[in-house]
């Protein structure tokens, strides 16, 4: 079992920088691929990226890549998702996911734990 609770979200402007965090509970965090997600009003959710558990290995979406950067912290048990140079296409709920696996997936169906969501809002 893994508890996620993400915070850092909030109103931020475009080309501006804000920084997610995902606490996690629980004694498989460090054992889990970790993965960010996000959905805006009437769209699907959307993988953003995901780190792998041990060697911190990256993938990131097409649409974020060179701009968002995801880590981790396992003895902290924290993940997070710098983004930097924001777009008002940004702005959506965030959540992080837990996925009890040595592979990345962008599927979300695929992620085990779920964290409640942040919301981050790209202003111009």
């Known amino acids: 079992q893994v508890l996620l609770v993400e915070s850092g979200g909030g109103l931020a402007q475009v080309g501006g920088s804000l920084r997610l965090s995902c606490a996690a509970s629980?004694?498989?965090?460090?054992?889990?691929?970790m993965g960010w997600f996000r959905q805006a009003p009437g769209k699907e959710r959307e993988f953003v990226g995901g780190i792998t558990r041990s060697v911190g290995d990256t993938v990131y979406a097409d649409s974020v890549k060179g701009r968002f950067t995801i880590s981790r912290d396992n003895a902290k048990k924290m993940l997070y998702l710098q983004m930097n140079s924001l777009k008002p296409e940004d702005t959506a709920v965030y959540y992080c996911?837990?996925?009890?696996?040595?592979?990345?997936?962008?599927?979300?169906?695929?992620?085990?734990?779920w964290g409640q969501g942040t919301q981050v809002t790209v202003s111009s």
């Open positions: 629980g004694r498989t965090f460090s054992t889990s691929v």
């Open positions: 996911a837990a996925r009890q696996s040595v592979f990345h997936s962008s599927v979300a169906s695929q992620y085990d734990f």
